[in-house]
């Protein structure tokens, strides 16, 4: 572990989100897509993952937390994305995001769905360095039965999870108060999941510079 980052970076404290800002602002490369777990990296490194049906907004929150414009892809045509994306995070290696497959796409063939949990179960089951994952959810909607299935598959897998609501000023303040609620009301029904909500969004930077702070922290929880 890099001698600059603490055991457990604080969510909050000034020191800690300074430390993330400065990472972020760093080298950050894109390694590989894994499209089945023979070609993972070698597990050297913290990982934190990144699953949200698609269109959630992950590749604009990746985007958003590396300060890239497109390092993640946008808005790729349905049942293309069915691989693991790694991206190097820090010079010499601090921590590594893995840009999983979306999913809850209406026309996927039941094959599909099938190879997609396949890879997603067995990664969450069996990567020894995969500290955490984020769980997107779009602020518009709230956690939809497919995002709950995710839920627990992750409470399963006993990989903790922070939920986090994407695209928040797409709503009113009134109606972002009671899907937050909702949320952390259903967060709290899972063993898995942190007992709090990220509100974000990647368009106005709303939430960006605490939830790099909170990625660095559990890279090193
Ligand atoms: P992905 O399929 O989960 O990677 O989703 P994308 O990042 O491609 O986003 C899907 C759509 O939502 C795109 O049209 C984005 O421009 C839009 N979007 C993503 N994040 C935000 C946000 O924070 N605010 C708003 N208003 N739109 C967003």
Redesign the pocket.
């Known amino acids: 572990m890099p001698e600059d980052v603490p055991a457990q970076a604080g969510e909050a404290d000034e020191e800690g989100l300074e430390r993330a800002r400065k990472l972020f602002a760093g080298p950050i490369q894109f390694l590989k897509s894994a499209p089945q777990l023979k070609f993972l990296p070698d597990p050297d490194v913290p990982e934190i993952a990144f699953c949200?049906?698609?269109?959630?907004?992950?590749?604009?929150?990746l985007?958003?937390l590396t300060g890239r414009k497109a390092i993640?892809?946008?808005?790729?045509t349905p049942g293309r994305t069915q691989e693991l994306n790694f991206f190097d995070v820090g010079e010499p290696l601090v921590l590594r995001l893995v840009d999983m497959p979306?999913y809850g796409f209406a026309k996927a063939p039941p094959a599909v769905v099938e190879t997609w949990r396949r890879l997603v179960r067995d990664y969450l089951r069996g990567r020894v360095v995969l500290k955490r994952t984020l769980l997107?959810v779009d602020a518009r909607h709230g956690v939809k039965p497919v995002d709950a299935e995710m839920m627990r598959m992750l409470d399963e897998a006993a990989v903790g999870y922070r939920v986090v609501l994407?695209?928040?000023?797409?709503i009113k303040a009134s109606e972002l108060e009671a899907v937050t609620a909702a949320t952390l009301a259903e967060a709290r029904k899972h063993s898995a999941a942190f007992p709090q909500v990220h509100v974000?969004?990647?368009?106005?930077g709303l939430g960006i510079t605490q939830l790099r702070a909170a990625v660095l922290g559990d890279a090193y929880t």
């Open positions: 949200g049906r698609s269109n959630v907004g992950k590749s604009s929150l985007n958003a993640a892809r946008t808005s790729v979306g997107l994407t695209k928040a000023d797409k974000t969004s990647s368009e106005k």
